[in-house]
Nanobody, 125 residues
């Protein structure tokens, strides 16, 4: 059984930073692209960034392009989302996800079919 776990969320002031981590079990993370997406109450799921198995990033929205970065450490079996200059509108539950079929590449957000409960990020003063 595949599990995908996002962690590292919390409460941060506007302008602050957080680093989220994504770990998996049941798959070999090295071979998989990892998508980060978020969902705020009453809003649609929003794809943010993806990193391919080879480490190439793909951005799905301009709203985080100058503030969020994605990286992977296969030795640590983790993918990270570094979030800087956080804004109140970044408040959401953040999830990481995998595509169990096209696994290595960053394709459309809708094709990422497996994720966990996510981690809450709240940006507030």
């Amino acid at each position: 059984q595949v599990h995908v776990v996002a962690s590292g969320g919390g409460l941060v002031q506007p302008g602050g930073s957080l680093r989220l981590s994504c770990t998996t079990s049941g798959i070999t993370l090295d071979y998989y692209a990892i998508l980060w997406f978020r969902q705020a109450p009453g809003k649609e799921r929003e794809g943010l960034l993806c990193i391919s198995d080879g480490g190439e990033p793909t951005y799905y929205t301009d709203s985080v392009k100058d503030r969020f970065t994605i990286s992977r450490d296969n030795a640590q079996k983790a993918v990270y989302l570094q979030m800087n200059s956080l804004k109140p509108e970044d408040t959401a539950v953040y999830h990481c996800a995998v595509d169990l079929y096209n696994y290595a590449h960053c394709g459309p957000v809708a094709e990422f079919d497996t994720w966990g409960q996510g981690t809450q990020v709240t940006v507030s003063s």
